[in-house]
């Protein structure tokens, strides 16, 4: 499709952000007084659209649809509060925001048995306002590039109202992509099953996060400073300098200066010897993604053999779930378990297709994220384990884009997105956890978990099964993460029940002795340091977010293709 298309998304061409911003405050704030009403939902992924968000304008419509479920049938959880909601409004004239692409012509084949009483107007309230969130759901997915998704909720649309003009030619589009994209020809038949689901969208600190601290300022720093003085007394978080990195191979390897940005770093403040414990962490950030899996529910750690002398404890209330001794039993208590003790949750995105592994890992890690916050009161994004990690976030104005269908998103668009594991799962798992996912939209809105998932991917490290190497438990441990790559590392790590940092013995550069002197920064590894210079750069850049610029590579590369010259492609065997 070329950039010419039209905004299929908005009645407007590229309207400015400020008074968009303003009303997305005024919405979600209605939203607060009013959490049943799908209106507003409604109203919000409108202006998310045009603010060039599709995928939270695909979270509100989706929320929206689960209110006009909720309308619908007496027997759901909220259908007296979502029937609530819709008094005041009418279906003649119909609120503003369902009043498009067409939707009101179809008005009659959308009345429910016979005429329209109360009951009935609220229903073709309903049913108007399913198939407009049919309409924004199957758009924003495709611009996120969810195809299999998009393609599925227009067909749900069009089984409501067959001729919605709206909904054909998204469809036109969704079948115009999708043909491109699997290489098909103008004639060639769709199998949905083989359209591709998972696209990329915005990865950016959200203009209305107010949680995200000035990871700069004296009281960042001496918060961080304090935590991390008992795992690692030798050792202080500070700001470093790192180059800027790139996408790829560039041609300034030779050069003797390359551009910087500050980030945090560990240094240590004492000399450190060859071979000495550097850091001792421990999180109950983590995920197993197998199912009745022999490891510590709080630790990841594997758990003894069930014999006698073993120190496990299960849960009295769950038996099921198990931690390798008291301390983990207790920590988990006070932290998160109860928010999911004996709640039918430990079962959801267990055992995943190979394709869905590292998604599962995120989600349930995002989903450990929600128990803990749940258990402790407090905002997901102001649990101490994620509120410091940087989430490899793009400037706001980078990503911001016209709303015009592409067949891609945009580069500048870095955080993976899946209409199941980052709507979908997340709010089914609120609501095992009794948690009523409209009440509480400030702390579970789907900003925020994309916000999470920023800071879980190139932060989370995972372990493989020894059994058939699956990645299979995954953890983020904040003070770990703050130590910065290099190829020629001056630290070795392990997890077992904690996260072990320690200097080596000897550097991989020249055999030369281990250690760290006091004020050098502590370089840890991010891919297999034993690898040629373009097979690490190609392993660490998911975890770098870019082509490795450290002094090894630069030398390494400059030397083999010549000072100030280009890289070829090799891929990893
Ligand atoms: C696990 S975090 C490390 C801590 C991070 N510097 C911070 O401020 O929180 C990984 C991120 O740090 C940056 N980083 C780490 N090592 C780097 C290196 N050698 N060169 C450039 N950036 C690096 C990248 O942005 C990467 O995505």
Redesign the pocket.
Known sequence: MDSASPSVLTDEKEPPRGPLLERRQQLTEALAESPYDFILYLERAVVYSNLAYPDLAAGDAYRALLLTDEVRDESFEYHEQALEALQGYQTTPCPEVLNHGGLVQDLDRLVDGDGVDAAGSYNLLANLASVRCFQILSISLLLCGCLKSALKFCERGLHMVPHNKELLEIRGYIEQVARRRLRKQPDDPIDINRLPDRGVVRREVYPWNTHEPN?FSDESLSFLNQQLSGMAPKCEVKV?S????LDGASNTDGYDIIPT?N???LFAKEDIGPGEVVLEEYSLLTANSRHKESTCDACGTELPPLQSGSKAVSCPECYDTIFCDEFCFEKAQEQYHPAVCDKDVDSIAKDPEDQDIDQSLYLLLLARLLAMSTQQEIHPLEVKEIK???G?FVSTNLNDVDGTITDEPPPEWTLPFSFKYNVEIPLHILEKMDIDIYATLEQHDLWVFNTAYSKFR??ASARKNPRDGRPDVAAVHPFW??????CNPNVTWEWGGRMVLSARETRVLGGKPGGIKAGEEI??H?CDVNLPVQQRREWAQG????W???QRCRDEAAATNGVNGVNGHVTPE
Do not use: F
């Open positions: 990871r470093s790192l180059p800027v990195l940005c980030q945090l770093g410091y990690i940087w490899d190139g932060t993460c703050l130590a910065n790559h290099d370089l840890n991010y975890s770098l977010g870019g490795c610029m450290c």
